[in-house]
């Protein structure tokens, strides 16, 4: 099955800052990439998301960019926001809206 | 993005109670549901994939018979811990595919005495 890693666990910026988290995958079959922003006590909530026909998106200041050579996709946060401060995870699948293995989350802090 | 409603946020039970928690898509039909359960401070792991009209699909190591799932319309999956104990304990999530994306419920923080 698939396998995701996701690095570092936990990051620390200064507001204003870029934060970046990588992660890997197994499946060489996964084919959808999206990322979840999780606060305390709720559920995940999807902020980008990418296919493999594409090497990047972005959107305001989030950013995502896939190597599927290389099997690594990557979150970029540009200029930081204290609201940023949250828990995001990396995520894979086959087929879009099927079952996700997620990675094992980043905690991020935004220092103001 | 679509609204995937979760009820209760909070059930705290006595040990040996079963506790059932509801996931309705508000805006949209799902012929497919997921649950997931989460650990304080760690990911999200998948426990079972809930079929309307069919018996759900668990993952390996989930035992069936303590977790309970139901898809009785195309809209409202639930969940029902049966005779909780102390270790299931957790906070569950559900979420439901729409457009090709996965979206989640808001989640239910299980607390066994």
């Known amino acids: 099955g698939e396998n995701v890693e996701q690095h570092p666990s936990t990051l620390s910026v200064q507001e204003g800052d870029s934060a970046v988290i990588k992660c890997t995958y197994s499946?060489?079959?996964?084919?959808?990439f999206p990322w979840y922003k999780q606060e305390l006590g709720k559920g995940p909530q999807l902020i980008i998301d990418i296919r493999s026909n594409v090497g990047e998106k972005k959107d305001q200041r989030i950013a995502v960019t896939l190597n599927k050579t290389a099997k690594h996709f990557s979150l970029h946060i540009t200029e930081t926001q204290p609201e940023d401060s949250a828990v995001y995870f990396c995520a894979a699948t086959e087929a879009a809206g099927n079952k996700l293995t997620f990675g094992g989350g980043t905690r991020v802090l935004v220092k103001p | 993005g679509a609204v995937v409603s979760q009820h209760p946020s909070r059930v705290i039970c006595k040990s040996g109670t079963s506790v059932k928690i509801e996931c309705r898509s508000l805006?949209?039909?799902?012929?497919?549901m997921f649950w997931y359960r989460q650990f304080p401070k760690k990911s999200l792991m998948l426990m079972a994939t809930?079929?309307?009209?069919?018996?759900?699909?668990?993952e390996q190591g989930v035992e069936k018979d303590k977790f309970l799932i139901n898809h009785a319309s195309l809209t409202l999956s639930t969940l029902t811990v049966t005779s909780a104990h102390p270790e299931d304990s957790s906070f569950y999530i559900c979420?439901?595919?729409?457009?090709?994306?996965?979206?989640f419920g808001s989640g239910t923080q299980l607390s066994v005495l």
């Open positions: 499946d060489s079959a996964s084919n959808y």
């Open positions: 979420s439901a595919p729409s457009y090709e994306k996965l979206f």
């Open positions: 809930s079929n309307e009209g069919s018996k759900a699909t668990y």
């Open positions: 805006d949209f039909q799902a012929t497919t």
